[in-house]
């Protein structure tokens, strides 16, 4: 306390309640002006309406307007709308089917004998069942020799690739049947040349390339004599 008398001490006391009830009143004050959660304080503070002058607008036109900016939207759709049906179009067209681009649009045709493109592997697989076909239609037939043309050119296609699975069985069957040999006839060749006259291999042990040049030959020359 010091040297404060009682009265003085009173006077601090009374002082500090009343600033105590000061502080309260205002901070109840605030907290009724204070907006309640969610809800948001409007800045303007008069109580008219909203109007288009009350919109901030920009001070330079530089921008699009509303209307510009539909057209365009409006602009873009139909852009978009036109480029999904050319591809629907492009699309059937490259698989020729109907065009489903445009309703009530009739299929196209479609277009005939078309040939797609073969490789020499493709060639020779079909050859060598061609030659199988032949083969098996003349043995019904009784063994009446029929399209020597056509099996010599099946098999040149069959003699042309590097590998064909079950070759060497068909061209001795060729040999057997078509030419009437078998066994030691095959001429004996090294690097592509005879070794010598009269000197002979036999067909089931000889390379594939002897093989199909001797018999691919057989059928030439049986051609030539005329004994289809």
């Known amino acids: 306390r010091g040297n404060m008398t009682d009265e003085g001490l009173e006077e601090v006391v009374r002082a500090y309640l009343k600033s105590n009830e000061q502080r309260a009143a205002t901070m109840k004050k605030i907290r009724l002006e204070r907006p309640k959660r969610g809800e948001l304080r409007s800045i303007i503070t008069d109580s008219a309406p909203v109007t288009e002058e009350h919109v901030v607008r920009p001070m330079f036109g530089f921008g699009p307007s509303r209307e510009e900016l539909k057209a365009e939207q409006k602009r873009r759709g139909e852009k978009s709308r036109k480029a999904y049906a050319t591809r629907l179009k492009n699309k059937a067209a490259a698989q020729d089917l109907p065009d489903i681009a445009g309703a009530g649009a009739a299929p196209r045709p479609m277009e005939a004998d078309r040939t797609p493109p073969t490789t020499p592997a493709l060639r020779a697989a079909r ?5 199988t076909e032949v083969l098996d239609a003349e043995a019904a037939a009784g063994g009446r020799r029929t399209q020597l043309r056509a099996l010599s050119a099946h098999v040149r296609d069959v003699t042309a690739v590097g590998r ?10 060729v040999l057997r049947e078509r030419i009437g040999l078998r066994g030691k006839c095959v001429p004996a060749r090294t690097n592509d040349s005879a070794v010598g006259e009269g000197q002979l291999t036999f067909a089931s042990t000889c390379d ?11 059928l030439c020359e049986m051609e030539g004599r005329g004994e289809d």
Not at 127 to 131: L, Y
């Open 164 to 173: 064909l699975q079950g070759r060497k069985a068909l061209l001795l069957r």
């Open 127 to 131: 050859a060598s069942q061609k030659i």
């Open 208 to 218: 594939i390339g002897s093989l199909g040049a001797f018999v691919f030959s057989k």
